[in-house]
Every structure is written in C-alpha cells, then in structure tokens.
C-alpha cells in the first residue's frame, strides 16, 4: 500500500538556520502531495501542497517539489524562526484519504 | 471553502460513560468523512471511513463496537466513543471528502478527549 517515511526528529535548529524535513514516499498511482504543520495543542494546518511531477508548493518561506524521479517530497525554508517550532507532517492522497508520516518535531532556537 | 467544524474541542469525561464527537462540512457536501486517531507525540492513524448513508469501514484493530460512526447526511458525521476508558485519552480528527477540490484541505481543528 502507499506510505510516506520522513525523517525523525527532533529536529533543533537555531533562528535563521537552513531547514530540510526529508520525505520520500511510495505510492502507486499519482498522488497528490501535503505538508502539515501542528502547532502545540492545536489541529492540523495544511501549509502546502503538489498535485503533479515538478510542482513546487510553497507557503510562508516554505517550500517543497514533488520529485517523481527520486519519490520525494522535501521540506525547506531558508531561514527558521522561532515561530516555526512545531510538528510538522508529510502526507499523501490515496483517493479522498491523507496517509500521514510519523511527523518530524522542530524545535527553533532563539 | 472546503471547511470542516469539529465540535467539542475538548472533553473531559469519566469512565464508563460516552462522549460524542461532530463533524461538520460547512460549505460542501462530504460523501466521504474520515476519522483519525492521534497519540501524544505520533502521527495520525486512520480509524474509519464513512459514506453517507451506510456502514463505515473500520481499519484493522480499530474496534467497531467501541467507537461507533453515524454519517447520516451528506453534511454530517459523528464518532461516539462508547464507555470510554483512560486508554481511549487521545486527539481525534475528523476530515471530510467531497471531491478533487476538497484532498487535502478538509480536517477538523480536532477534539482532545480525556478520561478520568
């Protein structure tokens, strides 16, 4: 069946640094492509999304390309703040459902 | 568009006794409404699917009996956690499914539940 494998964390990182989240999936199909974020204590947020080969989404300094040829989907910002700190999770569309990653934890430093 | 309202947020009940949890799709209509379970600090897991007007389809291990899932409407779903125990504590999500417009965006803020 289809799944996605991200990297484990917790990530810590200081403000300013460079984020990568890695996310590789497997799917049979063409499935859409999703980043979540959780802030603490709080619900799901989708913060960006691919539906096809080569789609780069992107949101608020976020980014991530769908890579069809290497089965990914990784996760970058430029530059971390604080604010970021949070769970933040890779997923993938199987028809109407999300198969989720185990979540990467991000801690940012100030 | 494409929002989900899940209700309550929180709950706090005791033992033995059940909670139910709604969701609701504001501004379409979900044929099809997921429920997921989370536990502290891991990833969400798919409990049931539901298509309006019949049975759910529960995921293996998850137990029918205990949480029962009502999809009456097209606009409407609920999960009632039926004598519910400490180990039932959880975060529960909801996200509802209405076609290709709808993948993705559609989850519910979601419902911690705890049992005392």
């Known amino acids: 069946g289809n799944s996605v494998t991200q990297m484990e964390g917790p990530v810590t990182l200081s403000e300013e640094a460079f984020l990568t989240i890695n996310c590789t999936y497997t799917?049979?199909?063409?499935?859409?492509l999703f980043w979540y974020v959780q802030y603490p204590g709080e619900g799901l947020q989708l913060l960006l999304k691919a539906t096809k080969a080569d789609d780069k989404g992107s949101n608020k300094g976020f980014e991530a390309t769908y890579r069809k040829e290497t089965t990914s989907f990784h996760l970058e910002k430029g530059s971390v703040q604080v604010s970021d700190s949070a769970v933040y999770f890779c997923?993938?569309?199987?028809?109407?459902?999300?198969?989720f990653g185990k979540g990467t934890r991000l801690h940012i430093l100030p | 568009g494409a929002v989900v309202s899940q209700h309550p947020s929180r709950v706090i009940c005791k033992s033995g006794t059940s909670v139910k949890i709604e969701c609701r799709s504001l501004?379409?209509?979900?044929?099809?409404m997921f429920w997921y379970r989370q536990f502290p600090k891991q990833s969400l897991m798919l409990m049931a699917t539901?298509?309006?007007?019949?049975?759910?389809?529960?995921e293996q291990g998850v137990e029918k009996d205990k949480f029962l899932i009502n999809h009456a409407s097209l606009t409407l779903s609920t999960l009632t956690v039926t004598s519910a125990h400490p180990e039932d504590s959880s975060f529960y999500i909801c996200?509802?499914?209405?076609?290709?417009?709808?993948?993705?965006?559609?989850f519910g803020s979601g419902t911690r539940l705890t049992v005392v």
């Open positions: 501004d379409f209509q979900a044929t099809t």
């Open positions: 799917a049979t199909g063409y499935p859409s």
């Open positions: 996200s509802a499914g209405g076609g290709a417009r709808t993948i993705g965006y559609t």
């Open positions: 539901s298509n309006e007007g019949s049975k759910a389809t529960y």
């Open positions: 997923a993938l569309s199987e028809g109407d459902k999300i198969i």
